[in-house]
């Protein structure tokens, strides 16, 4: 299955206070492994960036000025992700700015049902908990130290990882290398030749053997330990 996680960066919180897209990634999984390809943009958002947005991400408006605006980059970004479903943490917030900026040049809205939202699974399956990207990071010992900004692909890179956690942990495979390394010491364990032991000297005297079998009498004749004392004497 054909799956993209994406991720936006903006200049705020709500595209209904006129805030826009300035940076979008979208990374291919199929079956939810990384295959290489990205979509990555960042974009002229038209507007300035308020300074606590570029404390979070690093883009000020001066860097974006040259960039091209999202009408320009909108057929690029539909054609890589296709009809394939978007992985998105967090989906209210970047679906919102995505269909904003789809509605300001007449294209159809994406709809919620080609949408996981791995918020909504994380909270699910750790409720009362931090489910932040750093949070599930930690969690799933995803390493994020490359994370010293907010990073649409960056991000994105993180979150196809944190789907696959989410989905219940991609398997790891063994190189052959690896099951080489494995084999050969099984394999000298296996062959290493028997050497007989001789048997373990009694940790009781014979009376106190004598003695416990009297004892064990008394339970009657269907004990338990009677029939294991009989194997035990059939046996010698």
């Known amino acids: ?21 300035l940076e979008i990634a979208a990374v291919e999984m199929v079956h939810q492994v990384l295959t290489g390809g990205i979509f990555h943009r960042l974009i002229n958002p038209e507007r300035d960036v308020p300074e606590d947005a570029v ?25 890589f992700i296709g009809d394939a479903r978007l992985v998105i943490h ?15 040049i007449g294209r159809e809205p994406i709809t919620a049902a080609r949408v996981v939202d791995t918020l909504a699974i994380a909270r699910k399956k750790h409720p009362g908990q931090s489910n932040s990207l750093d949070a599930l990071c930690d969690r799933y010992r995803i390493d994020r130290s490359r994370r010293a900004k907010h990073g649409a692909l960056i991000d994105a890179e993180i979150l196809a990882e944190i789907y696959g956690e989410l989905a219940g942990g991609r398997q790891r495979s063994l190189s052959f290398s690896e099951i080489r390394m494995i084999k050969q010491p099984l394999k000298a364990a296996c062959l290493r030749p028997f050497e007989p032991r001789s048997p373990r000297a009694p940790l009781i005297e014979v009376d106190e053997a004598l003695a416990h079998l009297q004892h ?10 009677l029939r294991y004392g009989s194997a035990q004497r059939e046996n010698a």
């Open 216 to 225: 064990i009498e008394t339970f009657g004749e269907r004990a338990i330990w």
């Open 90 to 104: 967090n989906a209210e917030f970047d679906m919102g700015f995505l269909n904003a900026e789809l509605a300001r």
């Open 55 to 79: 404390r979070v991400h690093g883009n000020s408006a001066v860097v974006l000025a040259s960039k091209p605006v999202f009408a320009d980059v909108v057929d690029d970004f539909l054609s």
């Open 1 to 21: 299955m054909r799956e993209i996680a994406l991720d936006t960066e903006t200049t705020g919180l709500s595209p209904a206070d006129g805030h826009r897209i």
